[in-house]
């Protein structure tokens, strides 16, 4: 069994959890999240603290047992402190503004880039500085990962987007003879 899953996972105060019928709910100040979680997995939520233990002796529950401990802590501190991304947008004439429910970029494109904003999650773009915020860790990673696929950045002159925190080797451009 996973290491993760063998922990018990304490459950802070303002954070209601509650199991039924496969369905994991967990509400807290910031919001409230729910997951199925198959049959494979068994959830056990008593004295504030949840156990994540395996129903079946399969190769799959094995693997599942730690994904499930992961989800289950990830739900948890989500609903408490809301997850945030920050991506830098660099180059020269790259834009970046939140029109509504849509993110608008203008990446060097004929074209104008609309991306719409998932329900969930909060957007602000400031001076190419461009915040994902919200209580669920997969939406905020995925959105932020789908709108930094739209402009990697490259290694010469590293135009394009970055996670404020990411590294971007560069490489020595031609040398003149």
Do not use: C, W
């Not at 018990?8 to 919001?31: A, M, Q």
């Not at 156990?51 to 529950?61: D, L």
């Not at 947008?89 to 608008?104: C, M, N, R, W, Y």
């Amino acid at each position: 069994m996973s290491r993760i899953a063998k922990q018990p996972i304490e459950i802070p105060s303002k954070t209601d959890v509650t199991f039924e019928n496969g369905v994991l709910t967990v509400s807290g100040p910031h919001g409230k999240l729910s997951r199925f979680f198959r049959d494979e997995i068994s959830l056990v939520v008593e004295n504030n603290t949840i156990a994540v233990t395996q129903n079946k002796k399969s190769v799959f529950a094995r693997a599942l047992v730690g994904t499930y401990a992961s989800h289950v802590k990830n739900m948890i501190a989500g609903v408490n402190t809301p997850y945030q991304k920050k991506l830098i947008l660099e180059g020269v004439g790259f834009k970046s503004e939140v029109a509504g429910t849509d993110l608008k970029l203008a990446l060097g494109f004929s074209h104008p880039v609309v991306v719409p904003i998932p329900a969930g999650l909060t957007v602000t773009a400031e001076k190419n500085n461009i915040t994902v915020v919200g209580i669920d860790k997969e939406s905020v990673g995925s959105f932020s990962a789908m709108v930094r696929g739209l402009k990697k950045p490259e290694p010469y002159k590293g135009k394009g987007f970055r996670y404020s925190d990411e590294v971007i080797l560069r490489k020595q451009g031609k040398k003149s003879v």
